[in-house]
Each structure stands twice: as structure tokens, then as C-alpha cells.
């Protein structure tokens, strides 16, 4: 099972902040967000962190993973 | 070297004296440099009434963890303190403090400074603006560059 979370624009875009997944075989965050949202493609400059650290988006995921999704950040 | 994500307003000038009350380092430093960033009435050319910042919670703290662990290799610091807001912000309110104690002036300038485009370029946080018309937009990555070449 690996946790799916979605922050600002895209959670409102995508009307979810979270959302869990069984997955079976290999996935990189790229598949796994093509899996879920199989109607929208990953908007451009989304970035992608697994388990709270920025990874690309090719990165493998593992079950126990939480992946994120979400714009450009702009705090401070 | 501690962070702060506070959900209330913050007093800065009171974070910083708290914290420097506490430290044990007496005689050892000779500089603080402090960054507060504060929220604005006008963005963009539009009126802003409020705000509300959103962070991803865990992965703030982590990022801006690492980001003080990078600062403390590159500069000889001696303690910092970041503390940022999340939640309704209303203009005036302050968002962020960014405080660097080390022994000489040149690390404590260096580093606040680094910690605090770091933080703008890593720490998870998002603002959606409310304007006076009422109407809300998310601040976007390119709107802050712009302002950032205005400076």
C-alpha cells in the first residue's frame, strides 16, 4: 500500500488531498500518478517528493511509500 | 538550531529574545544577523486582504532541517532559529524569521541570507492570496520572480 497526497492548487484541481494504492509491480511516481488520474496528465513544474525528500519523477516506489505531488512551493 | 511552524501570529523580536535567552553561548558570539519577512497589503498590482499558507506538515520540517545541516557545514555557525507561519495571515502580520548567531559578522550575513532563499526554494509551503475584491489566487513561482527583479 503507498499513500498518495496532493497539496494547493493541485488538491483543489484534483478535489483530494489523499488517497491510498495496492500496487502489484513496479512503479515509478510518474506511473503510480498516470495509474490514479489516468485523465490528466501531470501538470508541468509539478514536483515530486517520496517519503518528504524531492525525487525525480522516475523515481521507483516502493509499498509504505508516501508520495506527494504538488506545485512550485512559495513560502517565506 | 530550531524550527518553528506556528499556526498563530508570532511576535519575532520576542522569538528572538526567548531564544537567545537560552543559549549557553555567553561571550562566544560576536554576530546576529536576523531576516523577518512580513506580509504585505499589495501583490502584483492587486490589493491583498489575507492570506492562507499551506505546508506540506513533516516534510517542512524536514526540508528546512536539512537546509540548517547544509548552512552548518558551509559556515561556521553557532545557532539558529527559523520560524515560519502556516494558516490565515492577515497584512502586517509577520511570516517568516530567519536568525543566524556565529562568531563574526561575514557567517552570520552568509548564512541567513542562504537559509532564507533556501527556505523560499524548498521549504513546501504554498499562499493563496484573498484580494479585496474578495477573489483568491494561489501566489505562483513566476509572480515572486518578477517581484524578486523589481528589487
Redesign the interface.
Known amino acids: 500500500m503507498i499513500t498518495l497526497?496532493y497539496?494547493?492548487?493541485l488538491r483543489e484541481t484534483l478535489g483530494r488531498s489523499t488517497e491510498q494504492l495496492e500496487i502489484f509491480e513496479l512503479h515509478t511516481v510518474l506511473s503510480v500518478w498516470r495509474l490514479v488520474n489516468p485523465d490528466f496528465s501531470l501538470p508541468e513544474?509539478t514536483?515530486t517528493?517520496v517519503n518528504?525528500?524531492?525525487v525525480p519523477q522516475s523515481h521507483l516506489v516502493k509499498n509504505g511509500d508516501e508520495v506527494?505531488f504538488?506545485?512550485?512551493?512559495?513560502?517565506? | 538550531m530550531t524550527v518553528k511552524i506556528c499556526d498563530t501570529a508570532f511576535d519575532p523580536f520576542v522569538e528572538i529574545q526567548n531564544f537567545q535567552n537560552q543559549l549557553t553561548l555567553e561571550g562566544k558570539f560576536g554576530a546576529t544577523s536576523v531576516f523577518i519577512g512580513t506580509m504585505r497589503d499589495f501583490n502584483n498590482g492587486d490589493d491583498v486582504q489575507a492570506m492562507t499558507l499551506e505546508h506540506y506538515d513533516g516534510m517542512t520540517q524536514k526540508q528546512l532541517t536539512q537546509i540548517i545541516a547544509t548552512a552548518k557545514i558551509k559556515w561556521q555557525i553557532l545557532d539558529c532559529l527559523i520560524v515560519h507561519r502556516v494558516g490565515k495571515i492577515l497584512p502586517n502580520e509577520p511570516i517568516v524569521l530567519v536568525a543566524v548567531w556565529s562568531a563574526h559578522r561575514d557567517e552570520a550575513f552568509e548564512a541567513c541570507r542562504y537559509l532564507m532563499e533556501e527556505l523560499k526554494e524548498n521549504a513546501p509551503f504554498w499562499k493563496l492570496e484573498t484580494l479585496a475584491t474578495n477573489e483568491t489566487r494561489w501566489v505562483s513561482k513566476h509572480i515572486n520572480q518578477e517581484i524578486a527583479h523589481d528589487k
Open positions: 497526497r497539496f494547493a492548487s513544474n514536483l517528493a518528504m525528500d524531492y506527494a504538488f506545485p512550485p512551493v512559495t513560502g517565506g
